[in-house]
């Protein structure tokens, strides 16, 4: 350094010493500004009600009045609460009605190489010009899983009718002389027999001369279902096309080897129905707790152990014995699901599930996708209005009732020759 530099220097130290101390930091800008304890700052600002305009003008003016005040100082490790829709209580979870979703509740009886089967349904019958959306539910569930998405259908299209039967195993149909320690037949060409069954046995239960338009949806298993009812070409011209729920061909099979680990994690009995219902909640296995609340019950039964007056609720279809059925109930899948008639819509959860077949099926055409990436598998459960508008304007597209024709080449022709015969 030289000497010029370290006069310099000297001089402004000797005037910095000489200066005032600095003035005290000004009062807060805003009010109740507190500082109570360190923490993150949040802006707690006054939000308009529901009902009222977001007017733009109006927000930015309320913003400006906003409070500040510091958050507690948090524990980065705590365990984070669990959201306020699932700390319900027991007590807020209790079942609902099936007469909330149905009109009528149905037994069906008919003749099997098995014995006699019962088949149990829930039923809306359509109006006179309405579609009939007839269902299937997926392996282990029931009937009632669909009940939120057939109220849903019903508000945005009154005249629309719902079928909703519980395949065998399952709920409360009973095939009648199979106790006999065989095992229940559960092949996915028995299973579409009892779907196209039950489908005649309303038919002629109600003195209808043929079917209304029928749409046949299908979740998960209930896919391959209507799947081989659409291809079989059983329902005639009156099926106007068929709806897949979250399944297709190459994840279920992939999935089907990790599902013994699955069904050994859940719980096998619970102590009350409540609380059935609040672990399908709090696992987020259904995350609609209101569809829960009707669709839940039907899946466990009541079990009382001797010498003891407690009861527990154990699960009404042993999942785990149907395993030799699994991949014949996917294997083809789809395949099928694209060489059927009518129209085709596969509704699901992510686009992730699509196979190759089904993703070079889509960029020809050949289907409707839809995807509602917020729900999970249950999707019908989960996202019940998304669902049925869906489903809606599925119908809709393909209703051929508004269908308005060309008149035929020999028809003009001859109207042409003879102006009175036309």
Do not use: C
């Not at 320690?181 to 001369?209: P, Y």
Request: aromatic content about 6%.
């Amino acid at each position: 350094m030289s000497k010029l530099q370290k006069l310099f220097m000297k001089a402004e130290l000797s005037r910095a010493s000489e200066m005032p101390p600095p003035p005290p930091p000004p009062p807060p800008l805003l009010e109740n500004a507190a500082v109570e304890k360190p923490g993150r700052l949040h802006v707690q600002e006054s939000l308009p009600s529901v009902g009222e305009s977001d007017d733009s003008s109006s927000v930015s003016s309320e913003s400006s009045t906003a409070t500040i005040r510091p958050l507690p100082a948090k524990d980065l490790f705590a365990r984070p609460q669990r959201p306020a829709a699932f700390r319900k209580s027991s007590s807020a979870l209790g079942p609902l009605p099936w007469s909330s979703f149905f009109s009528q509740e149905l037994y069906l009886n008919r003749p099997s190489s098995e014995g006699r089967v019962v088949y149990h349904a829930y039923f809306t019958p359509p109006s006179t010009s309405g579609p009939l959306f007839v269902t299937h539910h997926g392996a282990g569930s029931t009937a009632l899983s669909f009940a939120a998405l057939a109220a849903a259908i019903k508000e945005r299209l009154p005249a629309a009718g719902m079928l909703s039967p519980d395949a065998r195993g399952h709920g409360d149909t009973v095939v009648e002389g199979a106790n006999d320690g065989s095992a229940l037949d559960l092949s996915l060409a028995t299973l579409s027999r009892d779907a196209i069954e039950v489908v005649q046995s309303v038919r002629e239960k109600l003195g209808w001369s043929q079917l209304p338009p029928v749409i046949l949806v299908g979740h998960s298993l209930g896919g391959a279902v209507v799947a081989e009812v659409a291809k079989s070409r059983a329902l005639g011209d009156q099926l106007l096309g068929h709806v897949v729920l979250d399944v297709v061909e190459g994840s279920a099979m992939d999935a089907l080897q990790s599902m013994q680990t699955y069904l050994s994690t859940r719980p096998s009995t619970f102590p009350s129905l409540s609380k059935a219902i609040e672990w399908h909640v709090r696992s987020r296995t259904i995350r609609n707790s209101s569809s829960a609340r009707i669709s839940v019950p039907a899946l466990v039964q009541e079990h009382r152990e001797s010498g003891n007056d407690a009861s527990r609720w154990g699960w009404r279809t042993d999942l785990a014995s149907t395993q030799p059925f699994w991949e014949g109930w996917f294997d083809g899948l789809s395949k099928k699901f694209l060489e059927a008639r009518g129209g085709k819509l596969l509704l699901l959860a992510g686009t992730d599930r699509l196979d190759k077949e089904l993703m070079i099926g889509q960029m020809q055409g050949k289907y409707q996708l839809a995807v509602i990436p917020e729900a999970g598998h249950f999707i019908h459960e989960d996202a019940p209005d998304k669902t049925a508008n869906i489903l809606v304007e599925f119908y809709k597209r393909n209703d051929r009732s508004t269908l308005v024709l060309p008149p035929k080449v020999s028809d003009l022709l001859k109207a042409k020759q003879d102006p009175n015969s036309y």
